[in-house]
């Protein structure tokens, strides 16, 4: 996996999975360390980069095509779907008690970037 998601500069743009919000993201640096950066409106969050890697890598294990989800996060996620994998407990880094990777922004990624599964 070699591409990038967008720079500060030029940002990719993106809607959430009911088409019903804008957002951007892009790829940056914090502490050493390389963030995504989700921007709606004026809230910024960011994500540990290596989501996408895990993401990438899950996609490819799995070998087929996987449905997204899109559950309200205080409801329970559809097993199955990337969304169960971003909630899982069991995707945690090895470092943080936090979840790697949130999963509106893995859902919102892998619709809009095709290459995440090749």
């Known amino acids: 996996m070699i591409k990038k998601i967008g720079t500060k500069e030029k940002p990719l743009a993106l ?10 993201m892009h790829v940056d640096e914090k502490d050493g360390k390389e963030v995504l950066v989700c921007t709606v409106g004026k809230t910024i ?15 490819k294990k799995h070998g087929d095509w996987m449905e997204l989800s899109s559950a309200d996060e205080q409801k ?6 990337v969304e169960a994998w971003g909630r899982s407990e069991k995707n945690r880094s090895a470092r943080s008690a936090a979840p790697r990777c949130k ?8 619709a809009s970037s095709s290459w995440l599964s090749r």
Do not use: F, V
């Open 15 to 24: 809607k959430t999975p009911p088409l019903s919000s804008d957002y951007t």
């Open 45 to 59: 969050l960011l994500y540990d980069y290596r989501c996408i890697a895990d993401l990438h890598a899950m996609l």
């Open 76 to 81: 329970p996620a559809k097993e199955g779907t």
């Open 103 to 110: 999963s509106d922004a893995l859902a919102s990624i892998t």
